[in-house]
C-alpha cells in the first residue's frame, strides 16, 4: 500500500498492461450522455459473449482446482480461457472509457498496436489455495482490502471519465492525469481476477501512477465519498 504514492512501479506489478495515450478520440462519443449511451448499446452483443465466457470459466476455475492440487500444475485450457477473458473485457472497458476507439469486437486477441495485456502462466501454483471451496474463500477473505480500493478507484475513475468528455468534445485531446488513472485501474481490476482465478498467488500490488498527483488524489477522494454514500444508502 505504501507504494501507492510512488511514481516507480514494483517489480512484482501483475498483470502487464499499456496503454498509448489515445490521440485525437472520436468526439462523438464525448457528447454527454448520447455518446455513452450509443457505446452501451454497440457492446451488448460483446456483453452476452463475456457473460457466456464467464459462466463457462466458473466451471473450467473448478475443475482447475483440482487439476493444480493433484498435479501442481495449472491447466493449459483455464489459462488460455482466463486470459483471454481479461484481454476481452479489457478491450470492452477501455472503450466504454474512451482510451481506444477501436470497437473490442470477439476475439481473445488484441488486435489494436495500442494495447497489451499479457499474464505469465504460474509455473508451480500453491496446492493450499487449490483447495475445492476452502481456497477460493481464503483468496476472497484476503482480497477484502484490495476490492474495497478497487471500489473507491472504481467511483473515483468514473468521475474521471465525465470529466474527460468534456476536454474531448470541446478540445479533441484526453487529458493525460484521467487517462493514466483509467488504465491503472484498469490494471487493478484486472490483478484482483488474476488472483483469484489462481493466475499468481501474490497478493496484487496497490500501485497506480502519481503522476499529477494533486488531480489524482482529489479523484481518489471523490470515489472515496462515493462509495461511503453508496454504503449509506444501501444500508438504508
Do not use: C
Amino acid at each position: 500500500m505504501l507504494r501507492l504514492m510512488e511514481n516507480t512501479p514494483p517489480a512484482n506489478l501483475y498483470p502487464t498492461l499499456s496503454v498509448t495515450h489515445i490521440q485525437n478520440p472520436n468526439r462523438l462519443w464525448a457528447v454527454p450522455i448520447f455518446g455513452i449511451l450509443v457505446k452501451l448499446i454497440l457492446i451488448i452483443p460483446v456483453g452476452i459473449e463475456l457473460i457466456v465466457l464467464y459462466i463457462a470459466n466458473f466451471f473450467v476455475t473448478i475443475a482447475n482446482s483440482f487439476v493444480v492440487l493433484f498435479t501442481g500444475k495449472y491447466w493449459d485450457t483455464a489459462y488460455t480461457l482466463n486470459l483471454g477473458i481479461m484481454r476481452l473485457s479489457t478491450k470492452l472497458t477501455l472503450y466504454i472509457y474512451g482510451l481506444t476507439d477501436k470497437y473490442p469486437g470477439f476475439s481473445f486477441e488484441i488486435k489494436d498496436p495500442l494495447i497489451t495485456l499479457d499474464m505469465k502462466k504460474p509455473e508451480n501454483p500453491n496446492r493450499l489455495f487449490a483447495i475445492p471451496l476452502l481456497g477460493g474463500i481464503a483468496r476472497i477473505i484476503l482480497l477484502i482490502p484490495y476490492l474495497i480500493y478497487q471500489s473507491v478507484l472504481n467511483y473515483a475513475v468514473g468521475v474521471g471519465v465525465i470529466i474527460s468528455s468534456f476536454p474531448v468534445l470541446f478540445t479533441g485531446k484526453y487529458p493525460e492525469t484521467t487517462y493514466e488513472f483509467a488504465r491503472d485501474y484498469m490494471r487493478v481490476v484486472l490483478a484482483s481476477t488474476a488472483y483469484m482465478s489462481g493466475l499468481s498467488d501474490s497478493y496484487p500490488s496497490f500501485w497506480i501512477s502519481m503522476n499529477h498527483k494533486t488531480a489524482k488524489i482529489l479523484l481518489i477522494i471523490a470515489g472515496v465519498l462515493l462509495f461511503i454514500a453508496n454504503m449509506f444508502s444501501n444500508s438504508d
